[in-house]
């Protein structure tokens, strides 16, 4: 078929899709959180929540502990999560939600002396972890463009008259504020965290931002100089990044939803004049939007000339000049780096470079596809190691498989990746969501 005719579902398909999507999200998922994550004594969210056994056969709600350390990859998700819907519904709770998660991060996580922001938290706000993990760098600056977007659209009319929490104008920032704190770390990250040498972005830094030996992201994961993970974050956010800085080219001076004190974020480092110049002065956006898309542009070379290995799937560690470690192969990651690498790609906005990307992009669905989805049960394996392969359902991994093949049936057309994203939800919805406790489990 023509490679820039999308293909399009019947009338009938399509509107169930989107009816069940919808109310998966809107009825499930949101509420759930907008519920039981906040920890309204502290100001933030709470680090898990526990589901206590039934009483009696009595259904009993999620708990927050209180006492466990918060990361700023959770708070950051919340915030866009709760931006990105508002900007797709203009539901003004979420908005307000999505305020509530950018207070906690300029609050607690926000790092005044070196900038960027702490990797956890302790319930009281304290620094936890305080080391610049790139990863929570990443999530901070996506999290942050998709609530100026927010901000933007509010101010523009978007919130829907049908909210159900109106949201007050005078406790929002300026849409000047969370772009210009994720300009601050995206600067940050170009001068202290990409590897001008050999490309991509390092694992980790100190506090101040000098080398650290500090690297491992998880207990699960190794200490390795770059990762997979890492960088892959680092391009979805600055594909986010680049995609509201071209929102904001060409507004006017009023540019925002509200008068509020910039003195909040002066204190971040991103400084009045820098929130002057990042909206309002033509200039320094154009330049910034030029930077963010070289960075973004280098994330995509790097993704598919060192990440991606010749067997279409992704190398997970590696040292500082690209070697690959270990043998793991995480059907997860592949899938979503499928569709992350396809939106980088559209939002650079070249033809030239759409094509020449668009095969990897497919390839990756497809071994996926061939390799880890089960179209018995039409749920995606977690991961092989080595011989040994674990067939676990991890939720977020179905999330992605559903997303990453029906980018790929949009791409090709090809009816194998649309039955595979229709089988996929399918199992969402009849084995990973709870029906009683609600949102998924997590396997």
Request: charge should be negative; proline fraction near 4%; glycine fraction near 8%.
């Amino acid at each position: 078929m023509n490679e820039h005719a999308m293909p399009e579902l019947s009338g009938e398909i399509r509107s169930r899709l989107l009816g069940e999507v919808r109310r998966e999200l809107t009825g499930n998922i949101l509420p759930f959180w907008m519920q039981y994550a906040r920890d309204e004594k502290t100001g933030g969210f709470y680090g898990t929540l526990a589901q206590p056994p039934a009483d009696g056969g009595t259904f009993r709600p999620p708990a927050g502990d209180p006492a466990e350390t918060r990361s700023v990859v959770m708070t950051a998700r919340h915030l866009w999560a709760y931006s990105a819907a508002f900007n797709a519904l203009g539901d003004a709770q979420y908005l307000d939600m999505a305020r509530y998660a950018w207070n906690a991060i300029v609050r607690d996580y926000a790092d005044d002396e070196s900038g960027g922001v702490f990797w956890s938290v302790n319930p009281d706000g304290s620094p936890a972890v305080a080391r610049k993990q790139i990863y929570g760098e990443a999530f901070a600056v996506y999290g942050l463009a998709e609530y100026a977007l927010a901000l933007k659209n509010f101010g523009g009319g978007t919130a829907s008259a049908h909210s159900e929490a109106p949201v007050r104008s005078a406790e929002l920032p300026a849409a000047g504020a969370p772009i210009s704190f994720a300009l601050s770390i995206y600067d940050l990250l170009e001068g202290r965290a990409r590897d001008r040498n050999a490309g991509g972005y390092f694992e980790a830094r100190s506090r101040d931002w000098s080398a650290t030996t500090e690297l491992k992201l998880s207990d699960k994961d190794i200490d390795c100089d770059k990762s997979m993970n890492t960088n892959l974050h680092v391009m979805e956010a600055y594909t986010t990044l680049l995609r509201v800085l071209k929102a904001f080219a060409g507004e006017s001076p009023t540019t925002g939803s509200s008068t509020v004190s910039l003195d909040q974020t002066a204190r971040l480092g991103a400084h009045p004049s820098r929130i002057e110049n990042a909206l309002r002065d033509s200039a320094a956006l154009d330049e910034a939007i030029s930077r963010v898309r070289e960075s973004l542009a280098q994330l995509v070379r790097i993704t598919t000339e060192k990440i991606l290995g010749p067997d279409a799937h992704l190398d997970l560690y590696f040292t500082a000049d690209w070697k690959a470690i270990g043998d793991v192969i995480s059907y997860g990651h592949d899938i979503e780096c499928s569709w992350l690498l396809w939106e980088a790609v559209e939002e650079l906005d070249d033809p030239g470079i759409a094509a020449s990307y668009r095969e990897a992009v497919v390839r990756i669905a497809r071994t996926a596809l061939e390799e880890g989805f089960d179209a018995g049960s039409g749920a995606l394996e977690n991961e092989t190691h080595g011989i040994r392969r674990d067939r676990t359902r991890i939720w977020w991994c179905q999330a992605e498989a559903l997303v990453g093949f029906f980018n790929a049936w949009q791409l090709t057309g090809e009816k194998a990746f649309l039955d595979a994203a229709l089988a996929q939800w399918r199992w969402i919805l009849a084995v990973q969501k709870d029906p009683v406790g609600g949102d998924w489990f997590w396997a």
